[in-house]
């Protein structure tokens, strides 16, 4: 399954990326996660539903008073990720 969303709010500049590389390895997610320049934070994800459904609701939970929005889309479509990572906005 792959995941990709966009989480809206306070989301930058509060360990959001790497919160989500820790959760993403315990999970055994792979994707990435990375910083948007207008504010919002995206992160791409595959795996077994659960474990994604997982990881995402591991970031609502962990990031409720920062996280305002998030908007996700799930599809049964996977582009053979590597292990998580954080990526950064050129």
Do not use: I
């Amino acid at each position: 399954m792959r995941l990709e969303a966009v989480f809206h709010g306070r989301v930058q500049g509060v360990g959001f990326r790497w919160t989500a590389c820790k959760f993403a390895a315990r999970r055994g997610v792979r994707g990435w996660v990375m910083n948007m320049p207008d504010g919002t934070v995206r992160l791409v994800a595959e795996g077994e539903p659960d474990q994604v459904r997982g990881l995402l609701a591991d970031l609502k939970r962990a990031f409720a008073g920062y996280v305002s929005r998030c908007e996700y889309n799930e599809s049964e479509h996977e582009q053979g990720l590597g292990p998580f990572d954080v990526r950064f906005h050129r």
